[in-house]
């Protein structure tokens, strides 16, 4: 089994600190059990655990070799692309939407999840790798214990798609078992752990049948448009944390660009829609 082979390298070499990478470590389920070998103190998967994230692992291979420079950790992964003001403002112009400019949204958007509103986040730099992190994800609260079902099939999803609970760095151990080992990975989605009583409690509506679920976490430096608007949502809610969910529909890309994230909310995938500053309502009669 792939755990033997790792505890079999353990053993060999001493290491207690393993880095995977490659689409085997696409489940989270099984880094899971890695992280929970004897001898294994920590992991950390590749953000881009999959055929796409070859190239940067080869660059990195010949950087070691041919200049002894070792890769340093990798803390966040927006390292596709962005959207300009004058982008966002065409794309607003030409659809029958309603729309403001907030000087911080966060506010907005913690009031949208206490009212339980399902929310389309465009900001910042796209996600590398397989994985949403809050810059093109769909947001939603955390206690409906239905809402996999149903936000699920709002977005033609099957019911083997689900969700992930996105929260503040800062309170995840109170929510997930064992989670000091895996704080590394879970900022870039790739491990799951077991939820604590007091995470099923307060948030059932992160928690999959057997009882993990698979977080990201955010933090004040890397992600601070997400984490002022999940704080946001703590103060008024007690809770810090939401359902987070890819920006798109059942096999359909990602969005990538203002213009597909305001055809989703027209379509009905989204209640309402940031776009960076710009709080996007469907137009009222």
């Not at 790792?6 to 490659?22: K, P, Q, S, Y």
């Not at 803390?75 to 692309?81: H, I, R």
């Not at 403001?100 to 958007?109: M, S, T, V």
Request: net charge negative; glycine share 8%.
């Amino acid at each position: 089994s792939i755990c033997g082979v790792v505890a079999a390298a353990v053993e060999r070499t001493g290491h207690r600190r393993v880095a995977l990478a490659g689409g085997t470590f696409a489940n989270v389920r099984l880094n899971q059990k890695i992280l929970e070998l004897d001898g294994v103190d920590e992991i950390f998967i590749h953000p881009h655990m999959g055929d796409g994230g070859v190239a940067l692992g080869s660059a990195l291979d010949v950087t070691a070799r041919e200049i002894g420079l070792a890769p340093t950790a990798i803390s966040e992964a927006y390292w596709g692309n962005a959207a300009t003001e004058e982008e966002i403002l065409a794309t607003l112009r030409q659809f029958p939407v309603d729309y403001e400019r907030l000087d911080d949204p966060a506010e907005a958007i913690g009031d949208a999840l206490v009212a339980r509103q399902v929310i389309g986040l465009f900001n910042g730099r796209m996600e590398y790798g397989p994985r949403a992190l809050g810059h093109r994800t769909i947001l939603a609260e955390p206690t409906d214990p239905t809402m996999m079902h149903w936000l699920n099939s709002r977005l033609d999803r099957t019911e083997f798609m689900p969700f992930a609970p996105i929260i503040l760095e800062e309170d995840a151990p109170k929510y997930f078992e064992n989670f000091e080992a895996g704080r590394l990975p879970a900022r870039f989605m790739t491990v799951c752990f077991d939820v604590s009583d007091y995470g099923k409690k307060m948030a059932p509506g992160i928690v999959h049948k057997d009882g993990t679920a698979r977080p990201q976490t955010v933090n004040e430096t890397d992600n601070a448009y997400i984490y002022r608007a999940l704080s946001a949502y703590k103060r008024k809610s007690g809770l810090s944390l939401g359902i987070n969910t890819s920006f798109n529909k059942h096999e359909e890309p990602i969005v990538c660009h203002p213009r597909d994230a305001v055809q989703e909310l027209i379509r009905g995938s989204v209640d309402i829609l940031f776009l960076e500053n710009y709080r996007v309502t469907p137009k009222t009669v």
